[in-house]
């Protein structure tokens, strides 16, 4: 099946730092992938759309120059939060769609943000 | 802006039982996808089962079937011979094609399967 591979896992890091997080389709092409936020107990808000070769689509009320996303090729988007601050701190999701019309989203393992 | 509803918070059902998961959703729209993802602990995101809404048959994966009710705008979530590994939280997905494929997450129902 699809495999969608998100690294790093975990970080914790000082408040000011930048942290970038990559999300990897390992055996399939996504022209699309999605990167959402999740707070504990709570749904998966969509932050923005990662188009291949063009620029993200931000969802209203998320700061582009915050979250910055990169999707240089075909299988791989990343996610830049710039001077991250304690209340950045979040769990972080991707997920790229495969196949056509319809198909499902597969989504990383997540990374757990902590600013201290 | 879709909006899907999922009206129970918490659940719990004993090892072996059935259990139903509902899950209602808002749209206009006469072609759509509809999914079940499950969240264990461990927070991946998985894939439990899928719906076309052109197709009045309901989907089955195994132990987990759905019953999806088009004018009702209903999609709920069957579970059968419930096992500990099905503890984990459940959320229900709408998704509209060509339209950017984004999905729009129902709020989540935590299932506890009790030995």
């Known amino acids: 099946g699809a495999v969608v591979s998100q690294h790093p896992s975990r970080v914790i890091c000082k408040s000011g730092t930048s942290v970038k997080i990559e999300c990897r389709s390992l055996?399939?092409?996504?022209?699309?992938m999605f990167w959402y936020r999740q707070f504990p107990k709570q749904s998966l808000m969509l932050m923005a759309t990662s188009n291949e070769g063009s620029k993200a689509t931000y969802e209203q009320g998320v700061e582009k120059d915050k979250f910055l996303i990169n999707h240089a090729s075909l299988t791989l988007s990343t996610l830049t939060v710039t001077s991250a601050h304690p209340e950045d701190s979040s769990f972080y999701i991707c997920?790229?769609?495969?196949?056509?019309?319809?198909?499902?989203?597969?989504f990383g393992d997540g990374t757990r943000l902590s600013i201290l | 802006a879709q909006t899907v509803t999922q009206s129970q918070p918490e659940m719990s059902v004993q090892e072996a039982e059935t259990v139903t998961l509902s899950c209602t959703y808002d749209?206009?729209?006469?072609?759509?996808?509809l999914f079940w993802y499950k969240q264990p602990p461990s927070r991946q995101m998985i894939l439990v089962i899928r719906q076309e809404a052109y197709k009045q048959q309901n989907a089955t994966e195994n132990r987990f079937s759905v019953n999806f009710q088009k004018a009702a705008k209903s999609f709920s979530l069957k579970i059968s011979d419930s096992q500990l590994g099905d503890t984990a939280m459940y959320f229900c997905a709408f998704m509209k094609p060509n339209t950017g494929n984004q999905f729009y997450f129902g709020t989540g129902t935590s299932l506890t399967v009790i030995p």
């Open positions: 997920s790229a769609r495969a196949g056509g019309a319809g198909g499902p989203q597969h």
């Open positions: 749209t206009s729209e006469n072609n759509y996808y």
């Open positions: 055996d399939f092409q996504a022209t699309t």
